[in-house]
C-alpha cells in the first residue's frame, strides 16, 4: 500500500511495489583520502560522513526488500567510452585513464573504482557501470528499471550537483517520480549541494522531492505499524 512520506515540496506517495533506491556513485576514488577526489584538492571527508547515512538507507531497503541499484561511473580500458570532450579536462597526470593511487582513474576493475566495501552491494542487487554523469547514458538501466515495474526512484550519493543531479534529472524526463535523501548525498562544495537541492525541489517539485532519511525511516516505520 502506498504512503506518504513528508518531504519538501509537499509530501512524496511511495509505493513500495514501484520504488528502488539508486545509490550513485560511492567509489573509493571519489571518497577516500588519496582517491581521485582528494588528488584533485577536494575535501573528501565531506563525503566521507555520509557514508553511515548511506548505509543505514541502504539497510531500510533492504529490510523491505525492495530493489536496490548501484552506479558506478566507469569506463571501459581501451577509454573508447571517453569521449576526449570529458578526458581531455584537468591537469596532465589527474584525468580519466591515468595511473593514480588506487590504479588508472575511472577505469572499470580498478581498486579505485570499486564501491566502497561499507555499501557494497549483495547478490541480487543492479549494479551499473555509467561511462556517463547520467545513469541511463550507455547503461540499459531504462530496460532494467522497466522490466521490474519501477515508477519511483529514491536517490543517495555522491556528488549531489553533478551525476546524482544529472541522473535525477534524466529519470525526471522519463517519467519517474524521483525522491532524494538529503543527508544521504554530499558535494565537496557544501553550496553546491544547497543549490542543486534547492533546484530539484523549486516550483513544485520541477525535479522531485527531497527529505532526511530519519524522515523515510518514519514513514516506513509507521506503515509497518498501521498498514
Given amino acids: 500500500m502506498a504512503f506518504a512520506v513528508p518531504a519538501r515540496p509537499y509530501d512524496f506517495i511511495l509505493d513500495p511495489k514501484h520504488v528502488a533506491l539508486v545509490v550513485i556513485d560511492m567509489q573509493r576514488d571519489f571518497i577516500e583520502s588519496g582517491g581521485f577526489g582528494d588528488a584533485l ?3 573528501v571527508s565531506r563525503l566521507t560522513k555520509i557514508v553511515p547515512t548511506v ?3 541502504i539497510a531500510l531497503f533492504r529490510a523491505h526488500k525492495l530493489p536496490i541499484v548501484h552506479t558506478r561511473e566507469a569506463h571501459r580500458p581501451d577509454l573508447s567510452d571517453c569521449p576526449p ?3 581531455l579536462r584537468g591537469k596532465p597526470g589527474l584525468r580519466i585513464g591515468d595511473l593514480g593511487a588506487m590504479g588508472r582513474i575511472l577505469v572499470a576493475g580498478e581498486p579505485g573504482n570499486q564501491i566502497l ?3 557494497a552491494p549483495v547478490e541480487g542487487e543492479i549494479v551499473i557501470d555509467k561511462p556517463g554523469k547520467g545513469m541511463f547514458w550507455g547503461t540499459g538501466l531504462q530496460d532494467t528499471l522497466a522490466g521490474l515495474g519501477i515508477t519511483q526512484l529514491v536517490f543517495a550519493g555522491v556528488t549531489t550537483e553533478v551525476c546524482v543531479q544529472t541522473s535525477m ?4 524526463d522519463r517519467g ?3 525522491m532524494l535523501v538529503e543527508d ?3 558535494s565537496y562544495f557544501p553550496e553546491f549541494k544547497a543549490a542543486a537541492i534547492e533546484m530539484i525541489i523549486a516550483q513544485g517539485g520541477i525535479v522531485g522531492w527531497a527529505t532526511p532519511l530519519s524522515v523515510l525511516e518514519n514513514a ?4 509497518v505499524v498501521h498498514g
Fill in 176 to 178: 519517474y517520480e524521483c
Fill in 184 to 186: 544521504a548525498t554530499e
Fill in 220 to 223: 516506513f516505520a509507521e506503515q
Fill in 41 to 43: 584538492g577536494n575535501d
Fill in 85 to 87: 570532450a570529458k578526458r
Fill in 169 to 172: 534529472r534524466e529519470a525526471n
Fill in 55 to 57: 548505509a543505514a538507507l
Fill in 117 to 119: 566495501p561499507e555499501l
